[in-house]
Each structure stands twice: as structure tokens, then as C-alpha cells.
């Protein structure tokens, strides 16, 4: 069965600073792995995928992923971050090869101080 | 926006009873997907649609069933209530329900079983 792991609850960075946020997956067959973006009171918005080709994924509002399959990680990471930037962050994997179930990780909350 | 809709927004009810919550989709996309967000078990991936067949279950309890209609609507029907499923429950379409697909969250409806 696959399995999402997000190490970090809460993350805080200074505005105008790179970050962070990790996520590391667990899955038999070749990984889907996504980020989704949780503002408050809002439902999920999606900010990027990886399938297949170039580790490094781009997305939406600056945010790009790595993708490493030796550490079996995919890491959401943007170069300046922005205080509108703050939310909930979920990294979820979907496993290619076995089923069709998502599984999402437990968040991680992004502070971005001023 | 996310273009899918979901009715209602909030919905407080006793404990034994029964309640239907309904999605729409994006326009022109096949596959719903439902989940259950509360604060201790984080977003748990409930059953997938696709085309008005079930795709995908999930951790989906006995209680709980869910349809897709021929015109793509969908709803989850929590029976037997108890005070446990009080959560945030989102729906959330994709065009294929592929595995490669990234979805498009709903809102939510609010669910408080007192």
C-alpha cells in the first residue's frame, strides 16, 4: 500500500526567503505525486505534478518539486517565498503500477512572516 | 473557482440520522472523487467515480455509500450517524479519473453531528 510522510507540521520562513516543505512517499510501483494548496476555508487547489521526465517539476504561483527517487522524495520548495504563500500544503502520491486509491499526507502549515 | 460546486455548505444533525451531500463537477469532466477531512485523521480518500462507475473505494465506511448520475452529479449518503464523522467532507472532479489527472476541489460541506 502506498504512504505519504510530511516530517515537518509547521514551517516558518521569513518573506522573501527560499523554503521548504518536504514529503516522502511509499510505493510499490512507479509514484504520482502531486501537491495540492489548502487556504482557509477553502477546498484544495492543485499546484503540481510529477509523472514521468525531468525531476524537476514547475508549477503554479512559483512553487516547483523535485522529484528523487533514490530518497523517494518530492519536495515542494519556491525561491522567495511570499506572505499570501501561508496555508496548508499536502503532498499526495497515487501509485501507478497498484490501484487507483490517493493517499494524502498530513500537511504541513507554512508560515510566512512579514 | 474551482468550477465544482457542492450543496450545502453546512449541515448540523443528530446523531442516527441520515444526510446526502452533492457535488457537481467541472463541466466536461467524467471522474468525482470524494474525501473526509477532520482534524485527526487528516484528508482520507473515500470512493471515486467514474462515468457513473465506481473506479476507486477507499477507506469509506459501511454507513456511507455514494452514486454518480447519468448527467455526472454525484452524492454521498452518511447514514446511522455518529459523532465521529463530524468533518469536512470535499468532492473533487477530474477530466479521465486517471491516475495522472490533477483534481479540482470543491468547497466542502461542513458536517456536525451533535
Known amino acids: 500500500a502506498q504512504s505519504v510522510a510530511q516530517p515537518e507540521d509547521q514551517v516558518n520562513v521569513a518573506e522573501g526567503n527560499p523554503l521548504t516543505v518536504k514529503c516522502t512517499y511509499s510505493?510499490?510501483?512507479?509514484?504520482?505525486l502531486f501537491w495540492y494548496v489548502q487556504y482557509p476555508n477553502r477546498g484544495l487547489q492543485f499546484l503540481l505534478k510529477?509523472?514521468?521526465?525531468?525531476?524537476l517539476v514547475k508549477g503554479s504561483y512559483g512553487f516547483e518539486a523535485e522529484f528523487n527517487k533514490s530518497q523517494t522524495s518530492f519536495h515542494l520548495k519556491k525561491p522567495s517565498a511570499l506572505v499570501s504563500d501561508s496555508a496548508l500544503y499536502f503532498c499526495?502520491?497515487?501509485?501507478?503500477?497498484?490501484?487507483?486509491?490517493?493517499?494524502f499526507g498530513p500537511g504541513t502549515r507554512l508560515s510566512v512572516l512579514p | 473557482d474551482s468550477g465544482v460546486t457542492q450543496t450545502p455548505k453546512h449541515l448540523i444533525t443528530a446523531t442516527g440520522q441520515r444526510v446526502t451531500l452533492r457535488c457537481s463537477p467541472r463541466?466536461?469532466?467524467?471522474?468525482v472523487y470524494w474525501y473526509q477531512q477532520s482534524l485527526d485523521q487528516g484528508l482520507q480518500f473515500l470512493i471515486q467515480?467514474?462515468?457513473?462507475?465506481?473506479?476507486a473505494k477507499g477507506n469509506i465506511l459501511e454507513r456511507f455509500s455514494a452514486q454518480q448520475f447519468p448527467d455526472l452529479h454525484s452524492e454521498l449518503n452518511l447514514s446511522s450517524l455518529e459523532l465521529g464523522d463530524s468533518a469536512l467532507y470535499f468532492c473533487?472532479?477530474?477530466?479521465?479519473?486517471?491516475?495522472?489527472?490533477?483534481?479540482?476541489f470543491g468547497p466542502g460541506t461542513r458536517l456536525t453531528v451533535t
Open positions: 473533487a472532479s477530474s477530466p479521465q479519473g486517471t491516475g495522472i489527472d490533477e483534481q479540482y
Open positions: 510505493v510499490s510501483g512507479n509514484p504520482y
Open positions: 510529477y509523472i514521468t521526465g525531468d525531476n
Open positions: 499526495a502520491v497515487r501509485d501507478g503500477n497498484y490501484g487507483q486509491n490517493f493517499v
Open positions: 463541466s466536461g469532466d467524467l471522474s
Open positions: 467515480y467514474y462515468n457513473g462507475e465506481e473506479r
